[in-house]
């Protein structure tokens, strides 16, 4: 299994840009989470997904959207970059187990910047 | 949501035990508490996790508190691939199952030779 695979590992943008960064699992996850990381800080949730079809915001959905068509695929879309999105993109997934499992195994990444 | 607090930064020598402390006395009763780690900025990698009990599992064990206000995660025989940015997570539950893992800044882990 490749796992969480994330394209592209790195971005640059100019502001007014849009973009779509593509993540895809081979898991059979449910589940499926966009975050993004910050300098030296933790990562924090912007969309969700719970399967396809149904998607929902997490903390800092802004300037952001995304869409699950497949079981598999789960785009983030930025439109009208801006710098405040310059940061590392991380998506995630996790598989519907019993309570106190919901590991969520992440991708390697996406480096944006906006300039 | 719960939140975590972690020091900074710590050093463990190579071979010794580390002993990473978090604290998160707001956390509820049925909030979990999860441990990942971020090697050179790669994508987190999940260690452990427990809600009341002490775990153990290959990679390290987790002792958590009796009030469950404070945890501890245990790498047994630290070696230089340990270090690390290592975060401490409260886990929150959203709709339909799906958690969401709150991070705080975590505790960067340096093994020294």
């Known amino acids: ?6 394209t592209p590992k790195f971005r640059i943008l100019k502001i007014g840009q849009s973009m779509t960064l593509q993540c895809a699992q081979d898991m059979n996850h449910n589940y499926m989470y966009w975050y993004r990381q910050d300098p030296g800080m933790g990562l924090k949730l912007i969309y969700y997904s719970v399967g396809a079809g149904i998607t929902d915001k997490g903390e800092v959905p802004n300037g952001y959207n995304v869409s699950r068509s497949t079981t598999e695929d789960f785009p983030l879309r930025l439109e009208l970059a801006a710098p405040s999105q310059t940061s590392v993109y991380f998506c995630a997934s996790s598989y519907s187990g019993l309570a106190g499992g919901h590991e969520q195994f992440f991708g390697p990444g996406t480096r944006l910047t906006v300039l | 949501d719960a939140k975590t607090t972690q020091p900074p930064s710590m050093d463990c020598a190579e071979g010794r035990a580390a002993n990473l402390p978090c604290n998160h006395s707001t956390i509820s009763g049925n909030e979990y508490v999860y441990w990942y780690r971020q090697i050179h900025s790669q994508g987190p990698q999940y260690i452990i996790h427990g809600l009341k009990n002490n775990e153990t599992n290959e990679m390290a064990s987790l002792i958590i508190t009796e009030d469950r206000k404070s945890s501890t995660l245990i ?15 409260v886990r929150v539950a959203l709709i339909q199952g799906a958690q969401k893992l709150v991070f705080g800044q975590g ?7």
């Open chain 1, 1 to 6: 299994n490749a796992g969480v695979t994330q």
């Open chain 2, 75 to 89: 790498l047994p025989h630290a070696t230089l691939r340990d270090t690390a940015v290592y975060y401490c997570i």
């Open chain 2, 107 to 113: 505790t960067r882990l340096t093994i020294n030779p």
